[in-house]
């Protein structure tokens, strides 16, 4: 099986896809962020189950966990809550939330929240501010004095590795632009730019907020330990983060899982996107306020309705739950996930129809794929996707812990601009 | 952010999810099959070649070329074509197709074609025959018959690999159970395990058609290179496969890529699978039959009638290209994927009627996964599935050279059974 061409085929091919050897040092990096990532999601552990979970011997491990140890990452200590006195209990090798911070911030359209996470995860203090002025440069000099301030806090660590941060809309991976954000009234605004110039020496990272929903649920929430999920998030519009064979789904660009805009009825109303008979079209904050004969309510208004509605069949909710059920089952089809989790205004609808969710889920989805499925709503709550954004910050330190503990100029330490 | 559960949020996660350590052994074999793959996929390479390309030095890349050589799996020789008298040209490392075999089998409605395939790709003898009984047992007698024919043959090599069979149906990734093959008629069929008690001590992997026609596209084909890919297929059905970030999708049973089974037409005409107004309904051959007026045509009179149909605007071509359109965007949408290769009728479809095509696909679609996008038809042929078939079973091999070659019983000797 040759090619076309003149020269023996897959030879482009197998200089960018096959992965390139492996080194000692590779081998050390991988092991050392290993063992961290293990940590940061299992907080403290012994010696001894790191072994056991790592495959690894006992002085492998020890000399792995005395290299994090210099590097301020970890400590060993005496495990919370056992006695003085009951022997000599083994220490557990603890992630240091003290010194070793990432900055996760959520841009949402009234407000903007910024917290410093430690490793480990636990949020060490945080800020949250309205929005006056919704220009992709107020947001960014806002956001930035937020960080400002934290990094000025008592609380704030000696090493902050990187900046989360989590935007309403679709975002190009690269170099955080914000594409399309209709709800901030964004197109092309090069927010990642805007961040970074602000805050120098800091990694900044820009993402999805359902695709940071996704991760968070993924790692410490409702999807822990399941590999192929699927996080569906409706706040004014549908948007979805797809977790596959264990990995954040961002295709070409970043811009994967925007299930949103699946066409479901071709020729129906049309859609923010310029499009018509997208999924968010008929089961978007829109439709069910419409649906449920509220055009005009606030969000609030609208979350109260739907709790409050009847569910059973033949009802509003139902109808909308109907089309819930098609879109969940057109993404069942195409990926096989085991789990897909409704947030937003869509956990409520499920929450009070599920019957009719899940009766033309079963109608459309292949029985196959169907019989994996679970549907849960998210477990994190309010701020899924602030530990989303954490988690994307963290992406650097856990693939080289010393490479990024060693680096130079984490701490923003420059006056804030006026 | 920590979980709800009295234990910290991950525990579960972490021991799932997060990869075990690496040891020396590990990427000792990492290595040796890193070093096999670049081979298999591009051919002969020089040791200066490999050392380039594996980023790894001379002396470690003599190592695992030494041992791949003692295994049989590669030999060094002077380059093809270049003269004895141009002085000593350095050594090319050559994959040897004559000692290292896989079986790759496609079985079809009306037939099963086995070949054996030799290491870096090309075909070394093929059996093909018809099906008179369409049975799970009689095609896998039929299966394992060929295949002690082709391996009796001598061209067969020392070392068969295993064997990977391509199935036009819904395959569990398990065990190789057919859930569903509807031109087969075939349901819950434990064809892998037919197929794997004839054929003792040969590792046989069942995968579905149009994931082994993505794979092998993407590995010899139009997606060379290429990290996101959905390769469409269309027989009689229409079936998918996805390749993102640079692996094959398989989802949490191997279900993934049905995404004829999307619904994108509710309440419209009823599907094989038992749904309505799935894409399958609108552009699979039947649809495709129906709107040139030939509705009992065979697929050879209809492929014929869709290439010498008119494509253009308003023509009845241009309705279901129409169609074609609305279920890329779809996946577009989701999955933001730089290439879908549309194959079968869909190929002739989009050569025939390609600006309406273009048309639907782009009023659909979001712009920022639209703008990366190529669309394309396949590069491999009518042979595409039978060199995916033999993608997987090489995939044993290239994740463990060493274990693989030196384990016994990879020859079939038994006597053929009656």
Known sequence: VTGSKGRPAGVQAARQRVAPGGTQEGLRRHNLGTLLAHLHLAGPLSRAELTARMGLNRSTIAGLVSELAALDAVREERPAGVQASAGRPS????????????????????QVTVALAGLGGDVVTRRQRQVTEPTPEAVAELLASLVRTLLSDPAAGRHIVGAGVSIPGIVRQRDGCVRFAPNLGWTDAPFGELVQRRL????????????????AEYRRGAARGVDNVVFISCEVGVGGGLILDGRSLRGAGGYAGELGHMTVRPGGRPCRCGARGCWETEVGAAAIAQALGMPDASMDDLVAAVRSAPGGRGSALAEIAGWVGVGVANVVNLVNPQLVILGGLLEDVFVAAETSVRASLSAAALSAPAEQLRLQVPELGADTVLAGAAELAWEDLLADPAGVLRRPGHRVSDPPRT
Chains 1, 2 share one sequence.
């Open 91 to 110: 220490l557990v090798v603890q992630p240091r939330s003290d010194t070793v911070q990432a900055v996760a911030a959520d841009v949402g359209v009234r």
């Open 200 to 215: 120098e020496g800091m990694r900044v990272h820009v993402g999805n907020d359902a695709d940071l929903g996704a991760l």
